[in-house]
């Protein structure tokens, strides 16, 4: 809804973004497939600029401020705001809770004391309180932003771009993405790419973290395995075969997991793990020869 009709299908912008190209251990321990270095702010500021659009992303301030931002925003029209701490958007059952994770939403409008805003996890038109949507927005616990309330408003789209030339510029981005290419400062004993896939093996040979297995079993896997199948429609639509056989592939490898991981047969998960861990680099070749 924030670029209105010219907005591609979601699998597309997730793809856009450069998500589902690559895989990372953060720190040595917690598994996101995501490239090395990457972020959904600054894979949000590359689909966008891909799409042909542009928009004023503001941050920082004091709540008393953001609040104001907020709601001369979204008076003249939908505005992203993210990230916020799911754990703290209340609306959402089990809330609050301390290990949420990032989330983004889209305010349509602050009316009185209320925050209206369509939430992409399966609440349209949800509301909060002005005070506790502030406490979820200042994204204490998000680490990859450096100053609290984000988000983008006056969205314009300035050339027309369509899904297939967006997709087909976004070719380079993906392919330094695989090969490691990301410059963003990380935590100390981060991995990527096959080698972060290997050390998570790794530790599933010695038995998982307990944390770790629920998050991989509540989030990871389910979005790591979605976002490769999202890469490889995509790159079918580019008609290159291979490369979309190589995230297909990927996909199927990531839901597959998703069992043995909760049945705690530990052994299949690692084996599992490595036979993912070879793919990323399959899938940069296949992309550097259609970008050469």
């Given amino acids: 809804m924030i ?7 979601p699998a597309v912008i997730e793809v856009l973004t450069g998500s589902p190209f690559g895989f990372e251990l953060i720190g040595g321990t ?3 497939f995501d490239p090395y270095g990457w972020d959904p702010d600054l894979g949000l500021d590359a689909a966008i600029a891909l799409l042909g659009a542009r928009c004023v992303r503001t941050a920082g301030g004091t ?5 104001e931002r907020l709601r001369e925003a979204s008076a003249q029209g939908p505005v992203l705001v993210g990230p916020v701490d799911m754990g703290l958007l209340l609306h959402q059952p089990g809330t609050p809770t301390a290990d949420g994770g990032d989330h983004f939403v889209v305010v349509l409008e602050v009316e009185g004391s209320m925050v209206v805003f369509h939430d992409p996890h399966g609440h349209p038109y949800a509301t909060l309180p002005v005070a506790d949507f502030l406490a979820a927005w200042e994204a204490k616990t998000v680490g990859y932003v450096d100053a609290p309330y984000v988000m983008r408003a006056g969205f314009v789209q300035e050339r027309k771009v369509t899904p297939e030339e967006a997709l087909r510029q976004s070719l380079p981005d993906a392919e330094r993405w695989l090969a490691g290419g990301g410059d963003q400062p990380v935590p100390p004993g981060t991995l990527g790419g096959a080698a972060g896939v290997e050390a ?15 998050f991989l079993a509540h989030f990871a896997i389910r979005v790591g395995a979605r976002r490769l199948a999202d890469a ?17 592939g990927q ?15 530990d052994r299949a998960l690692a084996d599992g793990l490595r036979r993912l861990a070879p793919s990323y680099e399959r899938l940069r070749t296949a992309l550097a020869s259609r970008v050469a």
């Fill in 200 to 214: 998570l093996a790794a530790q599933a040979d010695g038995g998982l973290d307990v944390g770790i297995r629920g």
């Fill in 30 to 32: 917690l598994p996101l």
């Fill in 63 to 67: 709540a008393d401020e953001a609040e």
């Fill in 251 to 265: 996909s199927r490898l990531v839901g597959g997991l998703q069992h043995p991981l909760v049945t705690g047969d």
């Fill in 3 to 9: 670029l209105g009709e010219a907005a591609p299908p």
């Fill in 232 to 248: 490889a429609h995509c790159l079918d639509l580019l008609r290159l075969p291979d490369a979309a056989a190589v995230a297909s």
